[in-house]
């Protein structure tokens, strides 16, 4: 039970409904703007975003998701993965100086009041600790050893990465593009290095280099305790039909978040 992710952790109810309580001294945010939670991010988060006629995203349907946002009020706030926030509303358009960041330890979120009317994406100051760790000097180096070579990135990771990057998406979108990639192709990958593992391996067998892009791992230790062994303990309760560490989700919370969700799955179509 212990699993689950850093990242998400950065952001939680209490810490978001101040920031919703501060924010009504500068604007009406039920009326300018829509919340957004990444999918990684507790339930009642999901439920919040339900509640103020907001929505979930993942890193595949960001794009989507904020167009939508943006459809229903002027601004948004996007939680808990800045990188997110950023890279996706900068690729749609909206300049840096349109997007301010909200430090949930400071008063206001460490903003004046002329700063959050400024502001199309207000992003909650959270990060992924191990894509945070990819820097422009990595892709430097590669590049001076591999002038050829590609690189890509997802976008959890920081905006100056992204930018130095020759895409940017999701897991699944990674994987897709380097696979129909041209035998000898070689890439430079920014994201977790399980999954850059796993496609150096396939890659290597279809003729194609990939590297990951740190020089150092930065383990995602929250992650890494969902491991096969109590996967397996797991399935082998359910078969016998014991159900270990069950979730519950308060009622009310699944089905506010469950709204959230849903306006998802109908905007990403
Ligand atoms: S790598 Fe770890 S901290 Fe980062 S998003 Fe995934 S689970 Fe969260």
Redesign the pocket.
């Known amino acids: 039970l212990s699993a689950?992710?850093?990242?998400?952790d950065m952001a939680s109810l209490d810490k978001v409904e101040q920031a919703w309580q501060e924010l009504s001294a500068v604007l009406n945010p039920d009326e300018s703007i829509t919340p957004i939670t990444y999918i990684?991010s507790a339930a009642n988060l999901k439920a919040f975003c339900g509640k103020h006629g907001g929505i979930v995203c993942t890193s595949s349907n960001a794009k989507k998701v904020l167009e939508w946002a943006f459809s229903q009020r002027e601004k948004v706030l996007f939680f808990p993965d800045q990188h997110l926030g950023r890279n996706t509303g900068y690729a749609m358009g909206i300049p840096l100086e349109q997007m301010a960041v909200w430090d949930f330890d400071k008063p206001n979120g460490g903003l004046t009041k002329q700063q959050i009317e400024a502001a199309k994406i207000i992003l909650w100051d959270g990060f992924?600790?191990?894509?945070q760790q990819f820097q422009p000097e990595h892709i430097d180096q590669y590049r001076a050893n591999y002038p050829e070579g590609k690189v890509i990135s997802h976008p959890?990771a920081p905006f100056e990465v992204c930018q130095k990057s020759d895409a940017v998406g999701s897991t699944e979108f990674i994987i897709q593009t380097v696979k129909e990639s041209p035998v000898g192709s070689r890439w430079l990958i920014g994201t977790?290095i399980n999954l850059v593992d796993r496609l150096a391996k396939q890659s290597k067998a279809e003729g194609k280099f990939v590297h990951y892009m740190a020089p150092v791992v930065c383990m995602?230790s929250?992650?890494y305790r969902i491991d096969p062994q109590h996967l397996l303990w797991v399935l082998e309760n359910l078969v016998a039909g014991k159900v270990i560490n069950q979730i519950k989700v308060n009622p009310q919370d699944a089905e506010q978040a469950r709204l959230a969700l849903e306006q998802m799955l109908v905007v990403s179509g």
């Not at 689950?4 to 998400?8: E, K, L, R, T, Y």
């Open positions: 689950g992710c850093s990242m998400a990684n992924c600790s191990v894509h959890e977790e995602c929250t992650m």
